[in-house]
């Protein structure tokens, strides 16, 4: 008869972490700004701004985050390179380009 040690029935031990704050998904904070931005509408801005496209991306900003690889504004390009572009703004500024409607999404 062949013994096995118990060692090989031992369960294994449950290591518990201490859960971070949640934060949104890049994702959906995107989607809440665009949302609140220009209600998931490829717009210009008519108030005497730049901005145009989904997310409002004003002419300056567009192309110091690399959109000009796309169009030479963000209403030009497809909804999808201007998610790109406002990943890149995201990534380096944050909200603050968006702070004027952060009641709506924030």
Do not use: F
Not at 31 to 48: F, L, P
Not at 87 to 94: E, S, V
């Amino acid at each position: 008869m062949l013994v096995t040690p118990a060692a090989a029935y031992a369960c294994p031990v449950a290591t518990t972490t201490k859960a971070s704050p949640a934060k949104p998904s890049v994702t959906k904070l995107l989607a809440d700004i665009m949302k609140c931005e220009s209600n998931n509408r490829n717009v210009r801005n008519t108030q005497g701004s730049s901005a145009s496209g989904y997310y409002q991306i004003t002419k300056g900003t567009w192309q110091d985050h690399g959109g000009r690889e796309y169009a030479p504004e963000a209403i030009k390009a497809s909804k999808a390179e201007q998610t790109v572009v406002a990943k890149r703004i995201l990534a380096k500024r944050g909200t603050q380009p968006w702070n004027a409607s952060k009641k709506c999404w924030g």
